[in-house]
């Protein structure tokens, strides 16, 4: 039996997706063998890569003057890639809005001057901090957001006006859940575990111009011009999880592109949200503007009820909705492979659990 799983990632996968790849597992379009066997030098291992490619470009709207690669190493390899890769004046700009965008922030210290410009820490990264163009370091090589707070629950509602300062951002969980307009960034990155395929591939968009010169202290593998070079194939990709969300971003495409999905996912966050504004037992501490549309944070009156629920839950198929470890209380993850009916059944279930208790 399938479950409904809310885990923030490795998440849930688009059942047609699945079904598509095993019945793709012996055999894939009649080589004979499947994607993991395949050589990435093969022809067929060349179409899966730059079709997936195209597929990127066309449902994001990614113009010729950025280039896209697939590369490894999570998201959190990129934290560090990024300042080794955009290297002008050894300064940056962070907002720390949770978790990632602090680790973020650790890891550039290594090798540029880094400053925080604005954080939503004083209230437990309950809200997106306002960016006021006067904080922004003039000559900064760029600023980074994480522009959906997966251990929180927040988000950005639009990307940050910063003038000719390219902006970096994290999304890898919100990646092609919603509509962002690309020509307003400099680097978008994206794990995709999250919204797009298994662990293993990490998606860069980058403004071709902010590639071309990288600190000569860039190791080669995290050097975006390498990848670049040599479209996403220097050396083995991860070929597996590279082929997986092109057939995911194939089944985004036939239902109707992001701004399809958006539209869904919006349903499902509004259902959720509303449900628990309304009722006196939940609470979600978020401010209405900032909340997530993929990840919603909750807690019920104590931490004994968060435990029970979370158990509970599980024995009725509503599986990982604990929260995380260092917020507690329950999370849902909400990504564009859960359906409505998953957040109905766990609206069901919520409502249940309170009557009972
Ligand atoms: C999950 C996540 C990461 C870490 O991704 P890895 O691929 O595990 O390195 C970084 N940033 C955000 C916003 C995430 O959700």
């Known amino acids: 039996m399938r479950v409904y799983n809310f885990s ?51 449902l994001m709207g990614i113009s010729s003057q950025y280039a896209v690669i697939f590369v490894q190493g999570g998201a959190s390899t990129q934290f560090e890639a990024i300042p080794l890769n955009i290297s002008k004046s050894k300064k940056a700009d962070y907002v720390v809005t949770g978790i990632f965008s602090e680790k973020a922030y650790k890891e550039v210290q290594k090798f540029t001057s880094a400053k925080v410009i604005a954080s939503s820490k004083d209230k437990n990264f309950s809200y997106i901090p306002k960016i006021e163009k006067s904080v922004i370091t003039p000559d900064a090589d760029y600023m980074h957001i994480c522009y959906n707070n997966t251990i929180v629950g927040t988000r950005f509602r639009s990307p940050v006006d910063t003038g000719d300062i390219p902006l970096v951002a994290d999304m890898s969980s919100m990646i092609l859940s919603e509509e962002v307009d690309v020509s307003k960034f400099g680097v978008i990155y994206a794990g995709a575990q999250k919204n797009l395929a298994p662990a ?26 390498t990848q670049i070079e040599q479209n996403s194939l220097y050396n083995t990709p991860p070929a597996f999880s590279t082929y997986v969300a092109m057939e995911v971003m194939q089944w985004l495409k036939e239902l109707g592109g992001v701004k399809a999905i958006q539209k869904i996912n919006e349903e499902k966050a509004n259902m959720l949200y509303d449900f628990i504004d309304n009722s006196k037992f939940y609470n979600n501490g978020v401010e209405k503007e900032f909340r ?37 209380g329950m999370r849902a993850s909400i990504y564009n492979a859960m359906p409505v009916d998953g957040v109905k059944s766990l609206i069901e279930f919520m409502k249940k659990f309170e009557n009972d208790n």
């Open 292 to 328: 997530s549309l993929m990840n919603v944070p909750f807690v019920s009156p104590s931490a004994d009820l968060d435990d029970t629920f979370v158990k509970e839950a599980g024995k009725n198929g509503l599986l990982t909705l604990k929260g995380h470890r260092l917020v507690g």
């Open 8 to 58: 923030a990632g490795p998440s849930m996968l688009p059942l047609p997706v699945l079904e598509k790849v095993q019945k793709a597992l012996l055999n894939y379009d009649n080589t004979g063998m499947s994607v993991m066997e395949m050589s990435h030098r093969s022809k067929p291992y060349e179409a899966i890569n730059a079709k997936a490619e195209d597929l990127l470009r066309e």
């Open 200 to 225: 293993g591939v990490t998606i860069v968009i980058v403004k071709r111009e902010l590639a071309e010169n990288p600190s000569p202290q860039c190791p080669t593998m995290l050097k975006w011009k």
